[in-house]
């Protein structure tokens, strides 16, 4: 290769070289298209601040009942859940904008149940207490139930809880009335038997066959039992005690006992309330 052909090559190269970097200097980067503008960039991402939310998002709510307290709460014919505070329920998510979803279980597990965010609300006739505040928060109550002394048709001995010392006593296990036998009956008339049950169709059962002397249970709920099973047992003297139920919610969550209570309040204002009393129990709201 002869000098000038190689100084002219050299040439050549550098002008290449040159104007190459001279394109690349003068082009645009190109960009990643850019997402569309929304007025809440985290919408998608952020997660619900309270329970109440979460079930709105979810689009329905988790109530736990026992199934088995007619009228209360029970599976109809077609093993639905039923009843009283099953049709609570149902307004009361209707009016929340959700679906219902019921979970039955035996009433000493679902307090435990709501610990454990296994239901969202309790709606099966949750006694108020000052100890379950403790540990979980109320609605304002929605319903009053007196409860009475219920012994066989043909009992005489027993009138009411003075009558109860050396006698076995039939009660639901976990319940209010299981506390009141043991903090305040017992103390007050002297020692019994405390029977306990996880249903009260067992308990009124062995009532009527005899294994247990008394019961105590509010009017409403064993009068559809004692006409359905035919039992031969009464309620007997004047009512011992007067409990407050209400929707029962895990503790800190206001913005879903405030909704609960706006359902409410609307469906005792819009009479709604007293159509769903009335139906199960056929008497006007004692509340």
């Given at each position: 290769m002869s000098i000038k052909f190689k100084q002219l090559f050299k040439s050549v190269s550098l002008i290449s070289v040159v104007a190459l970097a001279l394109v690349g200097c003068g082009q645009k980067p190109v960009e990643s298209p850019k997402?569309?503008?929304?007025?809440?960039?985290?919408?998608?991402?952020?997660?619900p601040s309270n329970l109440l939310e979460q079930i709105k998002k979810s689009g329905k709510?988790?109530?736990?009942?026992?199934?088995?307290?007619?009228?209360?709460?029970?599976?109809?014919?077609?093993?639905?859940?039923?009843?009283?505070?099953?049709?609570?329920?149902?307004?009361?998510?209707?009016?929340?904008?959700?679906?219902?979803e019921?979970?039955?279980?035996?009433?000493?597990?679902l307090i435990e149940g709501l610990q454990k965010d296994?239901?969202?609300?309790?709606?099966s006739q949750v006694t108020i207490t000052e100890d379950r505040k403790k540990t979980m928060d109320f609605s304002n109550p929605y319903v009053k139930n007196a409860v009475n002394v219920v012994v066989k048709s043909d009992n005489t001995t027993?009138?009411?809880?003075?009558?109860?010392?050396?006698?076995?006593?039939?009660?639901?296990?976990?319940?209010?009335?299981?506390?009141?036998?043991?903090?305040?009956?017992?103390?007050?008339?002297g020692k019994f038997e405390i029977a306990t049950y996880n249903d009260?169709?067992?308990?009124?059962?062995?009532?009527?066959?005899?294994?247990?002397?008394?019961?105590?249970?509010?009017?409403?709920?064993?009068?559809?039992?004692?006409?359905?099973?035919k039992f031969k047992i009464k309620a007997v003297g004047q009512p011992i005690k007067e409990d407050f139920a209400g929707v029962a919610v895990r503790k800190n969550?206001?913005?879903?006992?405030?909704a609960i209570n706006k359902a409410l309040a609307e469906m005792k204002t819009d009479g709604t309330f007293t159509t769903i009393f009335k139906k199960w129990f056929d008497v006007e709201p004692n509340i």
């Open positions: 997402p569309a503008a929304s007025g809440n960039p985290n919408a998608e991402t952020a997660a709510i988790r109530v736990g009942l026992m199934g088995t307290y007619a009228p209360y709460n029970f599976l109809n014919e077609k093993k639905e859940v039923d009843g009283f505070d099953a049709d609570v329920a149902k307004e009361v998510a209707k009016r929340l904008g959700v679906q219902v019921f979970t039955t279980g035996e009433f000493s597990g296994k239901y969202d609300a309790l709606i027993i009138q009411s809880i003075e009558d109860f010392k050396d006698k076995k006593i039939g009660v639901g296990l976990g319940t209010n009335d299981e506390k009141y036998l043991r903090d305040v009956a017992m103390p007050k008339v009260v169709v067992t308990s009124l059962t062995d009532l009527n066959i005899g294994r247990i002397d008394a019961t105590i249970n509010n009017v409403f709920a064993i009068k559809p039992l004692i006409e359905k099973n969550n206001p913005e879903l006992v405030e």
